[in-house]
Nanobody
Framework: QVQLVESGGGLVQAGGSLRLSCAAS??????MGWYRQPPGKQRELVAT???????NYADSVKGRFAISRDNAKNTVYLQMNSLKPEDTAVYYC????????????WGQGTQVTVSS
């Protein structure tokens, strides 16, 4: 069973920065990504990254957030700069994992709160 352990969330003032990390157990991973769920809203895409490093971002975070990964450590990161109050959400990482078949696994979520 794949486990994803997230860290790095917290409270920050608008304009500040945070770095989220998500470490996955297991051995064969495909694309990894970050999603978020703002209060009272549905979960939405933030950014994804393929094993080869191709990235994709939501328009709302382009130019402010950067996703990266360390394949040797099975870890994906999200560097968040110029944070805005509307970035407040629970942030979830996910990963594709191959164990005979491809599956999709999610972390438990980490709270990010941006104060104005």
């Amino acid at each position: 069973q794949v486990q994803l352990v997230e860290s790095g969330g917290g409270l920050v003032q608008a304009g500040g920065s945070l770095r989220l990390s998500c470490a996955a157990s297991g051995s064969i991973f495909g694309s990894m990504g970050w999603y978020r769920q703002p209060p009272g809203k549905q979960r939405e895409l933030v950014a994804t990254i393929t094993r080869g490093g191709t990235t994709n971002y939501a328009d709302s975070v382009k130019g402010r957030f950067a996703i990266s990964r360390d394949n040797a450590k099975n870890t994906v990161y999200l560097q968040m700069n110029s944070l805005k109050p509307e970035d407040t959400a629970v942030y979830y990482c996910n990963t594709q994992h191959f164990d005979g078949t491809w599956g999709l696994f999610w972390g438990q979520g980490t709270q990010v709160t941006v104060s104005s």
